[in-house]
């Protein structure tokens, strides 16, 4: 492992400590939560894409359950990651809001003196939305 590499598996396991300490108490499982709180609005909160805001779209919404099974049954996650953080925005018109943008402000906002890169926190938060995606496929 790369020394730069460092802050990123402390980080990686004192936020692992902190959703064992937390789901030993409460079960909070991170990406669901954030799912249902920054994304259901849309795509429900099972994914299918009936969400309560979903007639407001000028475009129809995806069904987030059979993305596995439209490709090969493997879940796309690199694609999905680009989609999520809002790298591809600015290719067209585009209605889901750009995470990754709203992720960065949040670290900065949230933890301003802390001295780790606020890349990770943007990181952690949409591996654990695609954590959440991934339980809800259909196989
Ligand atoms: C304001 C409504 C809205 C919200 C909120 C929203 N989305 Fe979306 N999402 C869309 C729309 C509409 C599309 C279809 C593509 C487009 O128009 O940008 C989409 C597409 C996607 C796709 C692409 C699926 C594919 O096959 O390419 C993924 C993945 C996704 N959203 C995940 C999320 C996640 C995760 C969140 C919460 C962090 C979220 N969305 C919040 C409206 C929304």
Not at 80 to 108: F, K, N, S
Not at 119 to 124: I, P, S
Request: proline share 6%; aromatic share 6%.
């Amino acid at each position: 492992m790369r020394i730069t590499q460092l802050p990123a598996l402390v980080l990686a396991c004192a936020l692992a400590a902190g959703a064992i300490g937390a789901a030993a108490q409460s079960r909070v499982d991170l990406g669901k939560r954030e799912f249902e709180s920054k994304c259901a609005v849309c795509h429900g909160r099972d994914g299918k894409g009936a969400g309560p805001y979903a007639d407001q779209l000028k475009r129809s919404l995806p069904d987030l359950t059979a993305l596995a099974r439209a490709n090969g049954g493997v879940l796309p996650v690199a694609r999905l990651y680009a989609v999520i953080e809002g790298a591809g925005a600015g290719h067209g018109p585009r209605d889901m809001p750009v995470w990754g943008l709203d992720y960065t402000v949040q670290a900065q906002e949230q933890l301003p003196d802390l001295p780790y890169n606020q890349a990770v926190f943007v990181r952690t938060r949409i591996l654990a939305l695609i954590d959440h995606l991934n339980q809800l496929q259909v196989r």
